[in-house]
């Protein structure tokens, strides 16, 4: 806030100045002037003038009809606020005043056909199959079929068109325009699209050839991280939830006719001066272009797609961590920082991560399978079946003549703790006799009641 200011006809070269003039908590005054306080409201000079609900609306219920939500709240004990955030969120009046219980309504109402049957929902067709939820959501929003999210049907290809259809891995065509290469992908797949602030109605004109969704989480998340340019600095003012995304066409058939577009869409809408565009577009665009090898490509986006690396690894090499392009790229070794790559069913992947993405598998759940309990990489991924251990198949344990279902269930019949028990049979290899006898010792029982004092 390095801009000059003037409060009640004194100028001063920065906000900051003014705060400390006024005897005012910077930061505070910062956060406050951005959220749209008039500036002495901002610097504490003049109370804050919060809006006020509506008093004067008349409020129907069961019991009687009132004048006012005023009326209404007093009668009923509740707040003016919560009375009315809570009819505009969809309460019926007498939900709003507590006279009958407020009815949850179900926030997504999509109806998912699968085997014949219709479920409401992505999650109820994964509880019905007996699968995660999440993973199950997941899948439906990338395009999986509801056959393959749950799957009775074969998953389908990891890299695909808008049709559905295989294509190559990653962005592997590239066409030469110039000096740069730029990739080549599918009709349909070329978009222009248009970010619009939903409060003051400002646009900007983008270009991409991944999805919607994953464009404008891009955008986003450099919001969040401070990158600063007049789309960044207005979703941190306004906040990204005030922000929308659509798409203006995709018919262009070439990387290059699709910068034409966004050069004749910025120029139709006036988008530098009157929104948050900072450039003509097209090849003047405000992505850098790099310098991979012998090829040139119009933004690091473009590069890592095409050399099969995620875009965000790149960036982090490339920006923080100090590596040459080609290393980045992982066409020039590295040994010291090189990432293991494994070979599954006749494909290398580059990294746990892309494993995970591949098939489909919580991240956390793969590196914790891998590398803290020793699976292989087949057994992670479910292609085969998990180690014989007693935790991972829950076989049943025989223990001083007795029977279990399970390890945990021999813990619980025996008085002692679960894991404790799984250490000592699966990692030091004790039978669940010796086991259970160590952790029921006067010995073991004292240390287990000295840690939990010394945790108290």
């Not at 019991?63 to 919560?82: Q, R």
């Not at 009815?103 to 019905?128: D, H, M, Y």
């Not at 006036?270 to 119009?298: E, H, L």
Request: glycine share 8%.
């Amino acid at each position: 806030m390095k801009k000059p200011i003037e409060v009640r006809g004194i100028q001063f070269p920065s906000l900051r100045e003014a705060a400390k003039h006024f005897g005012a908590h910077y930061g505070n005054a910062v956060r406050r002037f951005n959220s749209g306080w008039p500036i002495d409201q901002a610097l504490g000079l003049e109370a804050h003038k919060i809006k006020r609900p509506s008093k004067g609306k008349k409020v129907a219920t069961s019991a009687g009809e009132f004048a006012s939500m005023t009326d209404a709240a007093e009668h009923f004990g509740v707040s003016v606020a919560v009375l009315n955030a809570r009819l505009e969120s969809g309460w019926s009046p007498d939900e709003a005043v507590g006279l009958i219980p407020h009815k949850r309504r179900s926030k997504t109402i999509n109806p998912v056909e699968c085997e014949g049957k219709t479920f409401p929902n992505g999650w109820a067709l994964a509880q019905a199959y007996g699968k995660k939820e999440k993973l199950v959501a997941k899948r439906l929003r990338l395009g999986w079929t509801p056959e393959q999210a749950v799957e009775l049907a074969q998953r389908p290809p990891r890299y695909r068109d808008q049709y559905g259809n295989a294509r190559g891995t990653v962005w592997r065509e590239m066409e030469a325009v110039g000096d740069a290469q730029y990739p080549v992908t599918e009709l349909g797949e070329y978009k222009l699209y248009l970010v619009t602030n939903k409060i003051n109605g400002k646009e900007y004109v983008g270009i991409t050839i991944s999805p919607l969704w994953e464009r404008f989480n891009g955008h986003k998340a450099a919001a969040k991280k401070g990158r600063k340019t007049k789309l960044y600095n207005a979703m941190r003012r306004y906040g990204v939830d005030n922000f929308s995304i659509k798409l203006l066409r995709c018919d262009a058939r070439s990387f290059s006719k699709l910068q034409q577009q966004e050069i004749a869409e910025i120029a139709a809408r006036d988008a530098i001066n009157a929104g948050y565009n900072v450039s003509p577009g097209g090849s003047v665009g405000t992505p850098d272009s790099i310098k991979v090898g012998d090829m040139v490509f119009p933004s690091r986006g473009a590069a890592a797609e095409y050399f099969g690396v995620r875009v965000s690894a790149f960036n982090l090499r490339v920006s923080r961590l100090g590596w040459t392009p080609e290393q980045a790229a992982e066409i020039e070794p590295r040994d010291k920082f090189a990432r293991q790559q494994f070979v599954i069913e006749g494909k290398t992947y580059r990294s746990l991560q892309q494993l995970a993405e591949a098939y489909s598998i919580d991240y956390k759940l793969l590196w914790s399978r891998v590398r803290s309990h020793g699976w292989s990489i087949e057994q992670a991924l479910e292609i085969t079946p998990p180690p014989e251990s007693v935790k991972a198949r829950g076989i049943p344990v025989v223990a001083f003549g007795n029977e279990y279902p399970s390890l945990d269930a021999c813990a619980r019949a025996n008085g002692v703790v679960a894991g404790s028990l799984w250490l000592r049979v699966s990692k030091y290899g004790q039978s669940p006799e010796d086991a259970i006898r160590h952790l029921q010792s006067p010995e073991s029982r004292r240390r287990g009641k000295s840690r939990k004092r010394d945790s108290d």
